[in-house]
């Protein structure tokens, strides 16, 4: 799979909500069956399902025809830092401006969204005579920019200046003129009559398309590298695979960014009820399923920080990771990310055998770093797990970069991930076939 593919996934996803639609429509094309969280799970042997929470998070399965003992799964996330639309976004400013009034979702570099076009996209309740049904939002163009003070009144802004959002990050909608277009401009954009648009969530995304550069076209940059990415390649790996002996498992989650602790992210009961819910309409007891469930073995995929060329001193000594180096197992004594010497070791030799470079990441002793889904998810479903990304430089901008050449190692490392037999013999024991 080239670049090419994945820059593409992430034109079709501005906002969580459209990346959870594009897997879905993804996987329908590839024959699976839509499941009903209100409803019976109806999944037999040889079964491809998938099932949505919030429709921001989605998870699929595939079954083998045989029998299995557990199940093995890559989990990413669907989410992005950015801006999101307050309930009364337009403000009117000296009767000339309509600014929106947004607050930030997460933990986004903010110098980076200034002066460049933003898109509106997002989700929108609309009313269909007694019902509420949810439509996609996207204004499918150049809508708002942030602007930046001149430097000529501010000063200090290359000497580190302290932004403030409330005030220095409001985008600029139009003139006295745009007053009401939000509520217009989501109406069009989800073909209803505003009056029925009944709640909306939207937020602001980088409408820069994605580009191949470097001296032999090694990079790209696109926005929401981190963590569409691994949402991207995991899913192209699922796709690949033919599981035996065990259920393979496509997991995207929403709000990773801000911590996970919604009913659809890595900290709700989305991935043990989907997970005990197949075992269970599969013919599995109560018990086998606990047992299938600590056999099983989960890849919490989430982008990692390769060196910056201007700051290498930022970096750990000998545990760091550098773009087109392969995929990079992220290791913390705290436990912000899951790797320990057992899902480690897995991982280690099933990449090995795929013929697929790694790296090992650790952040230096005296810095802190951030962390993931993975130990969010082991509190709910808990396996063994191994946190794993690929390299790329300004994580968290609203323009980040990454290697080319990793996107095919991700897709190979986890399509040999997908096809592995990962058994565990006993506690501390494991054979991979």
């Excluded at 110098?111 to 996207?138: C, M, N, Q, Y």
């Excluded at 990441?361 to 993975?374: E, I």
Aim: charged share 20%; proline share 4%.
């Amino acid at each position: 799979m080239s670049v090419s593919g994945f820059l593409d996934f992430v034109g079709r996803s501005p906002s969580a909500f459209h990346a959870a639609s594009h897997v879905c429509d993804v996987l329908r094309s590839q024959g699976f069956s839509e499941l009903s969280e209100r409803e019976p799970f109806a999944l037999k042997p040889g079964g491809r399902v998938f099932v949505t929470r919030n429709r921001s998070s989605v998870i699929a399965l595939t079954v083998p025809k045989g029998a299995f003992s557990h199940f093995q799964l890559v989990a990413s996330h669907s989410d992005s830092p950015t801006f999101k639309l307050k309930k009364h976004a337009e403000d009117i400013v000296l009767a000339q401006y309509v600014r929106l009034n947004v607050e930030r979702y997460g933990g986004m570099i903010m110098s980076t969204w200034f002066d460049r076009p933003l898109g509106i996209a997002g989700r929108a309740l609309v009313r269909e005579g007694s019902r509420l049904v949810t439509r996609l939002v996207d204004w499918g163009r150049d809508a708002v920019v942030i602007p930046s003070m001149p430097i000529h009144f501010n000063r200090d802004v290359n000497d580190g200046y302290a932004f403030n959002a409330q005030v220095d990050l409001l985008p600029l909608l139009g003139d006295a003129r745009a007053a009401g277009a939000v509520l217009a401009e989501t109406a069009r954009a989800c073909g209803a009559a505003p009056e029925d648009v009944a709640s909306s969530d939207l937020f602001l995304y980088n409408r820069m398309p994605g580009s191949v550069w470097g001296a032999n076209g090694e990079y790209f940059s696109a926005p929401r590298i981190d963590d569409l990415e691994c949402a991207y390649t995991s899913l192209m790996a699922f796709l690949a695979a033919v599981p035996s002996g065990h259920v393979n498992v496509y997991a995207l989650l929403d709000n990773e960014e801000v911590g996970s602790g919604t009913k659809q992210g890595a900290d709700s009961s989305f991935l043990s009820d989907v997970l005990c819910r197949a075992a269970s309409a599969l013919g599995m007891s109560a018990d086998e399923t606990r047992a299938a469930l600590c056999a099983s073995f989960m890849v919490s995929a989430d982008n990692a920080h390769a060196v910056h060329p201007n700051h290498p001193e930022k970096y750990d000594a000998g545990d760091r990771a550098y773009m087109n180096g392969g995929v990079v197992v992220k290791h913390n004594a705290n436990q912000k990310y899951t790797t320990d010497a057992v899902s480690c070791a897995v991982f280690a030799k099933i990449c090995a055998d795929a013929g697929v470079p790694i790296q090992h990441f650790s952040n230096r002793s005296d810095l802190l770093g951030g962390s993931t889904l993975g130990n969010i998810a082991n509190t709910h479903v808990s396996m063994n797990t191994v946190d794993i990304g690929l390299g790329q430089l300004a994580m968290h901008s609203a323009y980040e970069t990454a290697g080319v050449d990793d996107v095919t190692h991700m897709i190979r490392a986890l399509t040999a991930f997908y096809t592995s037999q990962i058994a565990t013999l006993r506690d501390g024991e494991i054979e991979i076939r």
